[in-house]
């Protein structure tokens, strides 16, 4: 091999190392661009993520208006359930209607007449109507209790009720109906029940509509 075909094969390798040589630098060049993008792109996604916690937050602090809360009722005649549905209805709560074993007659509820059953109850220390449903509170942390007013006081299957579950650490806010009675002395009866926190809560009509039970809502806070 002369010289001349020595020195042109030496050309052709050290262009080809050359050549490979910039290859392999522009593909370096590429890939770290390429990292330089993937990083960024985690940050957004987990920008991504932080959106969806705080979304999934949101849901929770929604949560807390609907999930925690109940109302809890006993009506004879339709008036009280009706403010229940109202307050179901503003606070998004769960509603469970206490329902009685033996349901009351109009003659049961007939008060101008002594020996009628809603009077005897009510005349009976130890009287407690028993309760047909099962009542689960132990999920919620507010409960609106609703009754109709009986001579002034609870209803006897209240303290049933009272009796059977327990409502120690949460909070019971009282609402109930009458004829013009208010709700002081069941309030009193019910403190005998220690370890709950009680609200006086509010006396209602049968007539009262639903905007004065969302103003009373909006005043409980
Ligand atoms: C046995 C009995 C006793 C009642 N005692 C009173 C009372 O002391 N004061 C009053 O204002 N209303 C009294 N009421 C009227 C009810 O409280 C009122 O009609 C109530 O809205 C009924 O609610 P309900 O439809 O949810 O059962 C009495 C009703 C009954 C049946």
Not at 143 to 166: E, Q, R
Not at 191 to 205: A, K, M
């Amino acid at each position: 091999m002369n010289k001349k075909a020595i020195f042109i094969i030496t050309m052709v390798i050290a262009v080809v190392v050359i050549g490979v040589g910039i290859f392999f630098a522009i593909n370096n060049s590429s890939n770290n661009q390429n990292n330089n993008i993937d990083p960024n792109e985690n940050i957004n996604n987990d920008n991504n993520s932080n959106d969806e916690q705080n979304n999934n937050q949101n849901d929770t602090n929604d949560n807390i208006g609907n999930n925690n809360s109940v109302v809890l009722y006993f009506s004879a005649t339709g008036n009280t359930k009706r403010i229940a549905e109202y307050i179901q209805d503003i606070t998004n709560s769960d509603i469970i209607e206490i329902l009685p074993q033996e349901e009351y007659t109009s003659e049961d509820l007939d008060y101008s007449n002594d020996n009628c059953r809603a009077n005897i109850e009510q005349n009976d220390d130890n009287a407690r109507p028993e309760i047909a449903n099962r009542i689960d509170v132990s999920n919620y942390d507010i409960i609106y209790l609703g009754f109709p007013i009986w001579w002034g006081d609870v209803p006897k299957i209240i303290l049933t009720l009272m009796d059977t579950y327990d409502f120690r650490g949460k909070t019971v806010i009282l609402f109930c109906t009458s004829g013009g009675s208010g709700i002081e002395q069941s309030l009193n009866t019910l403190r005998d029940y220690e370890g709950i926190n009680f609200v006086e809560g509010e006396r209602f009509s049968s007539s009262t509509s639903k905007d004065e039970i969302e103003e009373w809502i909006c005043s409980l806070n």
